[in-house]
């Protein structure tokens, strides 16, 4: 099995993703402040669908757009990563 990687600091752990890190995904994510320079905000079914993602990606690279948890708390407070950019080809440019 891959070691994830999940950096931490004195007050800040980047970890996996856990089944209670989706409501207050969910909560951020439905937040016009906290979605302001985002492209839409997501419904509960695109919320999850994110999570799920990330938490894949994670588990097959070792490293992606972790949960971000406050240490003190032990509570999530957003999300904070790494991703591979998407590159749009010449095909796709075309149409």
Excluded: H
Excluded at 39 to 57: F, G
């Amino acid at each position: 099995m891959i070691e994830i990687i999940e950096p931490k600091t004195e007050r800040l752990q980047l970890r996996q993703w856990a089944a209670s890190d989706r409501e207050p995904l969910f909560a951020m994510s439905t937040d016009p402040q906290v979605m302001k320079y985002f492209p839409v905000i997501l419904s509960r079914s695109e919320s999850d669908t994110l999570a799920e993602k990330c938490e894949t990606r994670i588990a097959e690279r070792r490293w992606g757009v972790w949960a971000a948890e406050l240490l003190d708390i032990r509570e999530f407070i957003g999300v904070l990563g790494l991703n591979i950019p998407r590159v749009a080809d010449k095909e796709s440019e075309a149409r």
